[in-house]
């Protein structure tokens, strides 16, 4: 019997954990026993000052290549998540009779769960289990729907979490129920797309962008928020760029333009030599950036779980340097630099790897085959073998 498995998505638009289970979604479609679909519950997100369509978005674009149906109620999402009074009777009605088709349904993050809590109160709520599956380190940061979360779990809507880090499932135990099952599937990736480049492809990418073949690049791969804590990244690379004339500083995340205010204004505050910063805003090259990358910088100040980044980076050969958020120490271990959040300590460490650049590239793709993505999509499927399988044993 085939499993079908419906995500709801808070809506389409740039982050680490929508890449994350759209790459899941995408391969427990590939298999025999399970068929997923989406919904979305916006069509459009307005969000670090840029609009992001779901047609444009590559999220959206993989799931469709991969004959992952998706759809979509007439919403934008903004900085805060729907609440339950803001669906409208239609809104249900669709998501009533998608959740219906489904054995399991599959929560992207707890923001969703306000559509879930509005069914119930309309008393529209078809009873299939719910998985949400949860992507932060810092709980209270995800405003009103850790309380939609908690009121889930509480009243029997969400049946398990989901955790990608340790780090998160701890986060999150004090606000959910005892006697919930909950599951750790630390994150991996697509080792064959995250790959070392050739010669002729690296330069082509570095001609592109205005970058000198040898000179060295450290990149962050972030959208602007205070999370990710851009300025912390631009006063490490003020500092490292006195010592090393030859580096450039490449930006690339939803808002990391020179066309958004706030990022312009943090980048004159750094004073970076502007010819060596390029701030390149969303893209969907990342395997490319990646490839001509030999640092990838995590300048985050909380939130993080698991962050891809690190691991992408790592497989293309580049060196992680993080501060010590979520699983990220344990997840670089052997093969990148934990720092604290000192924009000296963090200039001092990229000067270090760049010291010893052969030796870090070495360690770095010598860990891929503990970053594949393989181990992770079976390690879903378990999971949602399982939870369909008590649920059929309750009924």
């Known amino acids: 019997m085939t499993l079908r ?28 026993d399970q068929a997923h679909t ?21 999220r959206h674009a993989r799931l469709v290549a991969a004959g992952v149906e998706v759809s979509a109620l007439e919403r934008t999402a903004g900085g805060d998540p729907g609440h339950p009074s803001s ?12 959740i219906s088709r489904a054995d399991v349904v599959l929560s992207l993050k707890e923001q969703p769960l306000g559509l879930l809590l509005a069914l119930r109160d309309h008393g529209l709520l078809p009873p299939v289990p719910v998985v949400t599956c949860l992507h932060r380190s810092d709980p209270k940061h995800s405003g009103p729907a850790l309380v939609w979360l908690t009121e889930a779990a509480q009243q029997g809507i969400v049946t398990a ?39 002729d492809e690296l330069a082509a990418t570095r001609r592109a962008l205005g970058i000198p073949v040898h000179a060295p690049v450290v990149l962050l791969a972030a959208r602007f928020d205070a999370m990710k804590d851009p300025g912390l990244f631009l006063s490490a690379a003020a500092r490292h760029a006195a010592t090393r004339s030859d580096a450039h500083y490449v ?26 910063v390029h701030a390149l805003g969303l893209r969907n090259d990342m395997p490319s950036l990646y490839r001509i990358a030999d640092l990838v910088a995590l300048t985050s100040a909380y939130g993080e779980a698991s962050p891809l980044c690190l691991l992408e980076g790592a497989a293309s050969g580049a060196t992680p340097v993080t501060t010590d958020v979520g699983d990220a120490a344990r997840r670089v271990a052997g093969f990148g630099i934990v720092t604290s959040r000192s924009a000296d300590q ?18 770095a793709l010598a860990a891929r085959p503990t970053l594949s993505r393989a181990r992770m999509i079976e390690q879903y499927r378990a999971v949602l073998l399982s939870v369909a399988g008590r649920a059929d044993v309750a009924a």
């Open 38 to 58: 989406v919904l979305s519950l916006s069509s459009r997100a307005h969000r670090e000052g840029t609009v992001q369509h779901l047609r444009d978005d590559a």
């Open 251 to 276: 930006l690339c995340g939803a808002g990391m333009t020179r066309e958004n205010p706030a990022f312009a204004s943090m980048l004159a505050a750094a004073d970076v030599p502007e010819d060596r």
């Open 346 to 363: 963090i200039a001092a460490a990229w000067s270090s790897v760049l010291a010893a650049r052969p030796f870090w590239r070495e360690a």
């Open 87 to 98: 669906f409208t009777e239609l809104d249900l009605h669709r998501a009533a009779e998608a």
């Open 5 to 32: 498995v419906l995500s709801l998505y808070e809506g389409f638009f740039a982050g680490g954990a929508r890449i994350l289970h759209t790459d899941v979604l995408a391969g427990l479609h590939d298999g025999i």
């Open 161 to 199: 979490a989901l955790s990608c880090a340790d780090a998160t499932d701890h986060a999150y135990a004090g606000h959910l129920p005892l006697g919930l099952d909950r599951f750790v599937v630390p994150n991996g990736i697509d080792t064959d797309r995250f790959a070392p480049g050739e010669a």
